[in-house]
């Protein structure tokens, strides 16, 4: 393989068919782990010579489309000789709201949606992990307000969104990401554990989203709600969680209709497992945390590439975004065949280590 320039963090194309004008190529981002189909179209001498061809592609990387100017060199690899990122700025001097975003899926959010040009709300219950994501956000330079609160408190929410409002007078994306899981059996599980789950999983997306509504409506923004697979199929040993979830997106979907010629932006983005701190703070059967992840978090999904599914999902406005694809699997499968998920999903959650079912 030639040496071939870097740009913007891409290496280089791979072509994989040629033909005069047409050219199938495979991008490698070294900005995201996932290889990118791409079409470039030839526009000087198609001659397949060395060095000598001079084409355009359209990198359809998410969450970046991007233009880009190659030549081809040695044994089908090409080199960038430009590159413009289309939708670098799509989020530029739009307001989200990220509940949650001192860790995990929402820190991460907030990262991406501040590097796409957003004005990024965090909330989250303890302010000093609050303000460390706010100085990452700062020395990335994201303009930033951190507002620290419980979203289990109704009190807490109206906060949220009036604090928002004073400093940026507008909301364009809600993002209720804020929420805890449990692992217990229902029948030794305290109903404390399962009230919390939904206090902060239902009541805290319900809560701020009927604060945030106004602005939205206003500005026809997004309302997210970051659920599960769980939210789909019913997990052994989450009951309190995967019922918050079903929650959730029923209160989600029931909103998509209801507003449905008001412009508002509706989607339901169910991450599959991925690496955070959720498994740590999860509740056990008498309430208190687990302490430590009984899964390999190294095999998952990292919380980045969760957001930047989120942050292209948003931008596309999808009505839904399902991850992984153990995750898409469970959904699809739940659809068609219920009796025959519930037998594999049994069997792949006890062999959990101290799966309380077994
Ligand atoms: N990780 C996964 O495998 C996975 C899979 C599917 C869906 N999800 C969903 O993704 C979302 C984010 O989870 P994560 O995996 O990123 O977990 P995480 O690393 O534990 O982050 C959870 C965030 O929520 C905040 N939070 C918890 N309770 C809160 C409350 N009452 N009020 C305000 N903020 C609160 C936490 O901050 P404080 O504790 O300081 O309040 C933290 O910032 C959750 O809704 C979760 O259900 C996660």
New binding site residues.
């Given amino acids: 393989m030639v040496p071939v320039a870097s740009v913007g963090g891409w290496r280089p194309f791979l072509l994989v068919a040629r033909r005069t004008f047409l050219t199938s190529a495979f991008a490698y981002s070294t900005s995201t782990s996932w290889p990118v189909v791409t079409v470039a179209l030839t526009l000087a001498s198609p001659t397949g010579k060395d060095g000598a061809d001079v084409f355009f592609a359209v990198g359809q990387n998410s969450p970046k489309k991007e233009i880009f100017l190659l030549r081809n060199q040695k044994r089908s690899f090409v080199e960038v000789l430009w590159h413009v990122n289309l939708e670098k700025n799509h989020m530029k001097d739009k307001v989200i709201i990220i509940?949650?975003?001192?860790?995990?899926?929402?820190r991460a959010c907030a990262l991406a949606f501040g590097r796409a040009g957003g004005k990024i709300v965090i909330?989250?219950?303890?302010a000093q992990?609050l303000n460390e994501v706010g100085q990452e956000l700062s020395a990335a330079g994201i303009e930033y307000l951190a507002v620290p609160?419980?979203?289990?408190q109704e009190q807490d929410c109206r906060q949220l969104i009036e604090q928002t409002i004073t400093k940026y007078g507008r909301i364009d994306v809600m993002l209720n990401?804020?929420?805890?899981?449990m692992r217990a059996l229902f029948q030794d599980v305290d109903l404390d554990v399962i009230r919390q789950l939904m206090d902060?999983?239902f009541w805290?997306t319900v809560y701020c989203t009927k604060f945030a509504l106004p602005y939205l409506l206003q500005s026809k923004g997004s309302v997210i709600g970051?659920s599960?697979i769980a939210g789909y199929q019913g997990l052994p040993g989450r009951t309190g969680y995967s019922a918050s979830k079903f929650a959730m997106q029923g209160f989600l979907g029931a909103l998509r209709t209801e507003t449905l010629h008001q412009g508002l932006h509706v989607m339901v983005a169910c991450?599959?497992?991925?690496a955070?701190?959720?498994r740590n703070?999860a509740l056990a059967a008498d309430g208190s945390q687990q302490g430590e992840s009984p899964r390999d978090e190294a095999k998952?999904m990292t919380?980045e590439e969760v957001a930047d599914h989120i942050l292209k999902a948003t931008r596309q406005r999808k009505r839904d975004l399902v991850l992984t694809t153990q995750g898409k699997l469970a959904v699809l499968l739940g659809k068609f065949l219920p009796g025959l998920t519930d037998k594999l999903v049994y069997n792949q959650m006890k062999k959990e280590p101290n799966s309380p079912f077994n």
Wanted: proline share 3%; hydrophobic share 25%.
């Fill in positions: 509940t949650g975003g001192s860790s995990g899926i929402g909330n989250g219950r303890n992990k609160g419980d979203v289990s990401n804020a929420g805890i899981s902060i999983n805290g970051v599960s991450p599959g497992f991925t955070s701190n959720i703070t998952m919380a």
